[in-house]
């Protein structure tokens, strides 16, 4: 019998593929919680839903296309921590691309995204 609560693997995977690159800002609402601490090296925000669709919009704005390929899925033991390895493709406005690659960690809660764990990105995909 389902719940009708998304698995955490589902909602990161949707986020990525569905939220970013369709720039499904209704998702982003459904898939975020209340509040997201986004996690980075030497400090942590913590986001009101809101602020966090927000920032999906003001970053794709930015871009013509944003376009993430998720190269590894790995989802925990626990049901609630997803780790991903990405890479994304910004095309800006002018048809220059620039690609980035990351590693990050999600923390989903009944079905919602809580925390973001981002230790930054670098220019170019993974070797």
Not at 46 to 74: G, I, M
Request: charged letters at 25%.
């Amino acid at each position: 019998m389902s719940t009708g609560i998304r698995s955490a693997r589902e909602v990161v995977e949707l986020y990525n593929l569905v939220v970013w690159n369709e720039h499904d800002l209704d998702l982003a609402r459904e898939l975020f919680a209340d509040t997201v601490i986004r996690h980075e090296v030497g400090e942590a925000r913590t986001l009101t839903r809101e602020q966090a669709v927000r920032r999906v919009a003001d970053t794709s704005a930015l871009f013509d296309t944003l376009h993430f390929r998720l190269n590894l899925v790995v989802a925990g033991q626990d049901q609630e921590h997803v780790a991903i390895v990405y890479d994304s493709t910004m095309t800006n406005k002018d048809g220059s691309e620039i690609p980035i690659a990351s590693i990050e960690v999600f923390r989903v809660v009944d079905g919602r995204i809580t925390e973001v764990w981002n230790c930054g990105y670098g220019q170019g995909v993974w070797a």
